[in-house]
């Protein structure tokens, strides 16, 4: 079954840290990867998308995500995190041969301490 | 600034009640979507719209019925709601399908006493 896995719930990371969020997808044919973050009382902004190309991906206030095929994953990173960062980071993947349904993951809390 | 617009912001109603949250893109965008969030922010994606015709009809109750009068506007309806049905009610829309960016608007908070 076609599936995303965020397998940490919650990260905290420093002021100036640098930061990886995870994600893992479950999917035959191939997918339409976004990562999307939610501020409190807020809803989802992009971050990043990916469908084909080259697997790093650069998304806005500096975020990036490299897609592994092989892996099957789509980590986000980021070099140097500042405490706006804090907030909720989903993964999300779109389903060509599903009427193009998107599945998210469960959300990653991320705190960053200043 | 916000191009899909939600409202209420906020609504706090008893078991049985009947609601109606709306839902406005003015992004000239084909594809609108209805959410559900849940207190640990679970996402599930209930409806979605294409140029007024429903793509996606996730396993929702029978009491929530999307409303969609012209491509820019979806509202959901929830006829007799019940307590698990308390949750921040998200929309969104998007260009088209697939590998489109969506934009959500800030959400509906329902809270069922």
């Known amino acids: 079954a076609q599936s995303v896995t965020q397998p940490d719930a919650r990260v905290t990371v420093s002021e100036g840290a640098s930061l990886q969020l995870r994600c893992k997808y479950s999917?035959?044919?191939?997918?339409?990867l976004f990562w999307y973050v939610q501020y409190p009382r807020q809803g989802l902004q992009l971050l990043l998308k990916y469908y084909s190309g080259d697997p790093v991906v650069q998304g806005v206030n500096s975020f990036e995500a490299e897609f592994s095929k092989s892996n099957s994953s789509f980590h986000l990173q980021k070099a140097s995190v500042h405490w706006s960062d804090s907030a909720v980071y989903f993964c999300a993947l779109s389903m060509i041969t599903n009427a193009y349904k998107v599945i998210f993951g469960k959300g990653t809390h991320l705190h960053v301490l200043p | 600034e916000t191009a899909v617009f939600q409202t209420p912001n906020y609504h706090v109603t008893q078991v049985g009640n009947e609601v109606s949250f709306n839902c406005k893109q003015t992004l000239g965008h084909d594809t609108m979507y209805w959410y559900k969030q849940d207190s640990k922010k679970l996402l599930k994606i209930m409806f979605s719209y294409n140029n007024k015709q429903l793509i996606v009809n996730e396993t929702v109750p029978r009491r929530f019925s999307p409303q969609s009068s012209d491509k820019a506007h979806l509202n959901l309806r929830i006829k007799s709601v019940e307590p698990e049905d308390s949750a921040v009610y998200l929309c969104?829309?998007?260009?088209?399908?697939?590998?489109?960016?969506?934009?959500f608007g800030p959400g509906t908070r329902l809270l069922v006493l």
């Open positions: 999917y035959s044919a191939t997918p339409y």
């Open positions: 969104a829309s998007s260009h088209g399908l697939g590998g489109d960016t969506q934009y």
